[in-house]
């Protein structure tokens, strides 16, 4: 069956950078996006951005301008979202999602577990 | 960007009854609008894409209508597991991707 497994949670300082990775297994990987997207404590959903595993394009909410990079390792399935210059308003539960259909249609299922980032001194 | 308000925040209802959750966006988004349920310490997981298409293995008892700017989801006869948290989504504006503010279904 289709699935995204992430890495587990991190602690982080202020300032620093997480790299959260999400391996998918059960499809071909190159033929679905894949998408990011946060939930703060308590919080709704925020969508921060997506990759195509096949080209390596990327959007990217403007948010998250100049701190967000996504990136995939074909040879291992798994995608990875890098956010830099962390704050303690980035401490949320962050997801990887993939697209119900190839090509980009942009509604989400499976989603991986999720990985809970701490951003604390 | 494109602002999606839920409502009600809470809804308390009894299982058996029936649930009518509203979405408005800020700007027409056609009918590129989604609802995803969340329960408890779990990821999100996708109910309708397209305002109306019940996404695969999603009971009949959820539907979704509605198009531009208002739509609703409806949950027929609620059942004791889909007490839990509701989200719309939209496609049609983007980036960025957006995501409602959420609408508690709670158990009366």
Redesign the interface.
């Given at each position: 069956q289709v699935q995204l497994v992430q890495s587990g949670a991190e602690v982080m300082q202020p300032g620093a950078s997480v790299k959260v990775s999400c391996k998918a297994s059960g499809y071909t990987f190159t033929t679905y996006y894949i998408h990011w997207i946060r939930q703060a404590p308590g919080q709704g959903l925020e969508w921060m951005g997506m990759i195509n595993p096949s080209g390596d394009s990327t959007s990217h909410a403007q948010k998250f301008q100049g701190r967000v990079t996504m990136t995939r390792d074909t040879s291992t399935s798994t995608v990875y979202m890098e956010l830099s210059s962390l704050r303690s308003e980035d401490t949320a539960v962050y997801y990887c999602a993939r697209e119900i259909f190839s090509g980009g249609s942009n509604w989400f299922d499976p989603w991986g577990q999720g990985t809970l980032v701490t951003v604390s001194s | 960007e494109t602002v999606l308000t839920q409502s009600p925040a809470t809804l308390s209802l009894s299982p058996g009854e029936r649930a009518t959750l509203s979405c408005r966006a800020s700007q027409s988004v056609g009918t590129?609008l989604?609802w995803?349920q969340q329960k408890a310490g779990q990821?999100?997981?996708?109910l309708i894409?397209?305002a109306t298409h019940r996404?695969?293995g999603i009971p009949a008892r959820f539907s979704g209508s509605g198009s531009e700017t208002d739509f609703t989801l409806t949950i027929s006869n609620l059942e004791p597991e889909d007490f839990a948290v509701y989200?719309c989504?939209q496609?049609s504006n983007?980036?960025?991707?957006?995501?409602?503010?959420?609408t508690k279904v709670e158990i009366k």
């Open positions: - | 590129y989604g995803y990821a999100p997981r996708l894409y397209d996404a695969t989200y989504q496609r983007w980036p960025p991707l957006t995501f409602g503010g959420g």
